[in-house]
């Protein structure tokens, strides 16, 4: 009798240690899953940056909900929380948190700027 219980808690501990392992590398995916979708969006951020047309501006979509975006003029660099990408051109000083939709426009003497809209 004491070998059925042993066996059954035997097997109960094995199930709640599979179950944690499960749940911790889960965890681990959506993680690094959230840090992929930062990557991506300051990737677009910098692209914009290099791209946007001179006298233009362009409108992007934030796919994040909460986030924040620093634009650094002197590193020339754009970074979301964790997740930094470089650009070439001379821009604006940014700290934006959890816009939907930033402006990114570019003036006559080549000058960027972004902004929360």
Same mark, same amino acid.
């Given at each position: 009798?004491?070998?059925?219980? %042993? $066996? =059954?808690? $035997?097997?109960?501990?094995?199930?709640?240690?599979?179950? $944690?392992?499960?749940?911790?590398?889960?965890?681990?995916? +959506? !993680?690094?899953?959230?840090?992929?979708?930062?990557?991506?969006?300051?990737?677009?951020? %910098?692209?914009? @940056?290099?791209?946007?047309? @001179?006298?233009?501006?362009?409108?992007?979509?934030? &796919? +994040?909900? &909460?986030?924040?975006?620093?634009?650094?003029? =002197?590193?020339?660099?754009?970074? @979301?929380?964790?997740?930094?990408?470089?650009?070439?051109?001379?821009?604006?000083?940014?700290?934006?948190?959890?816009?939907?939709?930033?402006?990114?426009? =570019?003036?006559?003497?080549?000058?960027?700027?972004? !902004? %929360? =809209?």
């Amino acid at each position: 009798m004491i070998d059925w219980f %042993a $066996s =059954k808690i $035997s097997m109960l501990i094995f199930t709640a240690v599979a179950l $944690s392992l499960l749940l911790l590398f889960l965890g681990a995916q +959506l !993680s690094a899953f959230d840090f992929e979708k930062r990557v991506r969006a300051a990737e677009d951020v %910098a692209q914009l @940056i290099n791209t946007v047309p @001179i006298n233009g501006n362009v409108e992007y979509e934030m &796919k +994040l909900d &909460k986030y924040n975006l620093v634009i650094n003029a =002197k590193n020339k660099n754009v970074s @979301i929380d964790t997740a930094t990408r470089n650009f070439f051109v001379n821009t604006n000083e940014a700290d934006i948190s959890n816009a939907k939709i930033l402006e990114i426009a =570019k003036n006559s003497t080549g000058y960027v700027s972004v !902004s %929360a =809209k």
